[in-house]
């Protein structure tokens, strides 16, 4: 059961983890663990932006020239350049500060608005990283918990055109880690494993 994928389903949208390589994803968009200058940096945000190439760079530099640096918990949309994924989501998750400033709800945002912006460019199908769980330093534990609940609140609440919602975790601890969450959130709330 450790190291085994989790799905459920929600309104008709099957949500479910994987272990992988976000950059290969071929969902119809990937999000991007971004920070808020949105020029790429270590981590899921840089191997996308390699990954992806120059024209994503490029999109977010305009992004930033118009609108200002992306606060945490907000969203933007882009091209995809070389990737798989037709779009890329980016997202700002907190800085990890010890838990009582605010952390959880800007990490419940940073999932939900990805998933309010995929919905309305009528995207069938997005992959999330974890997000702020590497240099933000966000304990895996918790940020699978926030990250589950979020992703199973915002489509118990609407039906939307997303019909598939992965989490692609790269390496076996998180992996194991969000698919536990899963089972749990799930479990919690009456909804049963495929």
Known sequence: MENQATEVTINQTKLRTIQGNITQQTTEAIVNAANSSLMGGGGVDG???????PAILEECKQIVARCGRLPTGEAVITTSGNLKAKYVIHT????????????PELLTSAYQKSLKLAAEN??????????STGVYGYPVSHAAKVATGAVITFLRQSTTSIKEVVF????AKTFATYSSALRETA????????
Do not use: C, M, Q, T
Not at 122 to 131: A, E
């Open 187 to 194: 479990a919690k709330i009456g909804l049963n494993l495929a």
């Open 168 to 171: 692609v975790l790269f390496d």
């Open 122 to 131: 009528k995207l069938s199908s997005i992959s999330f990283p974890s997000i």
């Open 92 to 103: 700002v998750g907190p800085v990890w500060r010890g838990g009582g400033k605010g952390e």
């Open 47 to 53: 191997a996308i932006h390699r990954a992806g190439g």
